[in-house]
């Protein structure tokens, strides 16, 4: 089945520093999305991207599809941006099929 | 504001016991999911429901049952067959145009 690698797996910041998260994927998809994940566990959908570009405050994230990919962007970063940053595509029709990667835990020091 | 709820947010069980995680959502959501995390893991899907009355396995069903009776409503059963239910279990629902999920705030199971 397509696997999805996130890299890296862990992530220490200063707060105010900008970083980039990585999601490869080994397989087309039919869409892909990033989550953020709360030291208390809740998940927050960030964006639905199956390609192009998209920004939402001080987060953006670009997928390349054809090049099976995705970037996830997070500028100024602040303490609450600590958590774990999941990928997850769609290989078919609805979301029953969705997997997800492992993640990249962040943690950004105040 | 519409939501998922899940309840308990803790949870403990004894061996051999079933328990049932509830999952409720009022967002008039056709799709809704189980997943299962592990410490310092990614989400393993264990049951799907596309619409009432129909479910299907995921990758880890093995020890779980759910019911799909309401659209609203779709509680996991933990049975006595999971020899490892240890974990954190996240309910999500999707709507007809799957532009996303959402997450319910989970439940953390723990064998005692």
């Known amino acids: 089945g397509i696997q999805v690698e996130q890299s890296p797996p862990d992530l220490i910041l200063q707060e105010g520093a900008n970083s980039t998260l990585r999601c490869n994927f080994s397989d087309s998809v039919n869409n892909l999305q990033w989550f953020h994940q709360n030291p208390w566990g809740q998940l927050i959908n960030l964006f639905y991207i199956p390609s192009g570009t998209k920004q939402n405050g001080r987060l953006s994230a670009t997928t390349v599809a054809t090049e099976r990919y995705s970037l996830l962007y997070i500028s100024s970063s602040q303490t609450t941006d600590s958590g774990v940053y999941f990928c997850a595509v769609d290989t078919g029709a609805g979301g029953f099929k969705t997997i997800f990667g492992a993640g990249t835990r962040l943690f950004v020091k105040a | 504001d519409g939501g998922i709820t899940q309840s308990p947010k803790y949870l403990f069980r004894k061996e051999g016991q079933n328990v049932t995680l509830s999952c409720e959502q009022n967002?008039?959501?056709?799709?809704m999911y189980w997943y299962r995390q592990d410490p310092g893991q990614g989400l393993r899907l264990i049951y799907y429901s596309q619409i009432v009355n129909d479910f299907q396995k995921g990758d880890i069903a093995e020890g779980y049952s759910v019911s799909r009776e309401k659209k609203e409503s779709f509680p996991l059963t933990v049975t006595s067959a999971q020899k490892n239910p240890t974990a954190f279990y996240l309910c999500a629902s999707t709507g007809r145009a799957n532009y996303g999920y959402t997450f319910g705030s989970g439940t953390r199971l723990t064998v005692v």
């Open positions: 967002l008039n959501h056709d799709a």
